[in-house]
């Protein structure tokens, strides 16, 4: 009755659980939401004012498909400024979401049994996307702290490998790629040929050193790299549903041609309301990151109290990806069971590492309120002396 590519499709844990959780709230039980990766803060209101004028001033008709010029001169010269990549506006697109863009890029890149390299963990879409697009996805399993090196990437090259993900720093672990690494990985990818997409969604968010963007080390590694970014998680701008991708000419027209028949264009308001959070005021952006910063220092303290569990601090993003399988067994079995009890009986949502192909983890997501974590932390202490 369906088509092949969707009847296997997995639904995105992450929102499911999400919605069990709000769908809780609705029902007036205080469940503290820690599943899902979205900062609690208000967008800034500089940007928001920008999108009111937007409306005001009739910004409400079709633009470029891939994206207004403003947005694309913005996203050039935050790229040359932040990371220290040329790129022509030209060779940038605008999307719905980072999530939209990466779904077009596999697209445009796979044909059938073209191999993804994915390491493990990670987050879900990466792998449900490349099935779309016919690719098969080929994983690294990584064991704490969730480093990946040009070594692992090495081994699992064949004469079908096509592209290699990386997610730097990674959801859900907050791990961060070596530069070291990232050189050899670099090399490899020149050497052997093939493609490099960068999810750098968490790029503002680095708490140990500075962000290093692969496709900055040289012109060859650049050509071979679709770096992909947006402003969900930097701006406390999920709901607008802006992301951009930037790569190689003949990838990124391929995109826009992808892009035209798919969506047309992002919400031309979006755009705008993008175009002021990239060269607006950055002051709300360093508040947000010293809120993270606190937050995460406040779960990593706390986590090394609690027992049988363990951990590897996060250098990125605002996720800790804890260990609890000394914790399972025939009470619960599996993180699944883990995560659903500790839903149902202390009202925390999390997510189970299964969502992330990493059995026997839990990621809990510190972007909500210190007043939240230090409830929910206060009730996971209690859920495990059960």
């Known amino acids: 009755m369906f088509a092949k590519r969707v009847s296997a499709l997995a639904q995105s844990p992450t929102m499911a659980i999400d919605a069990k959780a709000k769908a809780f709230k609705k029902q007036g039980i205080p469940v503290i939401n820690l599943s899902v990766g979205e900062p609690n803060f208000q967008t800034p209101e500089h940007i928001k004012e920008a999108a009111h004028r937007a409306i005001t ?3 409400t008709f079709y633009t470029a498909s891939e994206g207004i010029l403003e947005l694309r001169e913005a996203i050039a010269t935050k790229f040359k400024q932040d990371n220290n990549i040329s790129y022509d506006p030209s060779q940038i697109i605008v999307g719905t979401g980072s999530k939209q863009l ?3 890029a596999f697209q445009v890149l796979c044909d059938p049994g073209d191999e993804v390299i994915i390491p493990l963990p990670a987050w879900g879409t990466f792998s449900e996307q490349v099935k779309l697009a016919e690719g098969k996805p080929v994983f690294i399993s990584m064991n704490s702290p969730f480093k990946l090196t040009a070594q692992d990437v090495k081994k699992v090259l064949t004469p079908r490998t096509k592209i290699l993900l ?9 791990a961060i790629v070596d ?3 990232l050189e050899k990985i670099a090399a490899l990818a020149i050497k052997e040929k093939f493609f490099i997409i960068t999810d750098e969604i968490y790029e503002k968010l680095v708490y140990t050193q500075k962000h290093v963007s692969i496709a900055s080390l040289n012109e060859q590694i650049k050509e071979q790299t679709i770096t992909i970014n947006g402003v969900s998680k930097s701006y406390a701008m999920t709901g607008w549903r802006i992301g951009y991708a930037a790569g190689s000419q003949k990838v990124i027209a391929k995109m826009k041609a992808l892009q035209s028949q798919l969506i047309t264009h992002a919400s031309s308001l979006s755009q705008v309301a993008a175009v002021e959070a990239l060269i607006g005021d950055q002051k709300p ?3 947000m990151k010293t809120e993270f910063v606190k937050r ?4 990593i303290r706390e986590f090394k109290t609690l027992k049988n569990i363990s951990f590897a601090e996060p250098e990125g993003a605002f996720y800790i990806f804890f260990s609890v399988e000394k914790l399972l067994g025939e009470q619960y079995p599996t993180a699944t069971a883990w995560a659903e009890a500790l839903l149902e009986k202390e009202k925390v949502a999390v997510i189970p590492g299964e969502a992330f192909s990493y059995p026997g983890y839990i990621r809990l997501s510190y972007s909500a309120s210190m007043e939240d974590l230090e409830e929910a932390i206060t009730r996971i202490k209690q859920f495990i002396m059960l």
């Open 57 to 59: 001033e009739g910004m």
């Open 102 to 104: 990466l779904y077009c």
């Open 166 to 174: 990386l997610n730097s720093p990674s959801n859900p672990t907050g």
């Open 179 to 181: 530069p070291d690494e």
């Open 285 to 287: 952006l360093a508040a």
């Open 296 to 299: 995460r220092a406040f779960c």
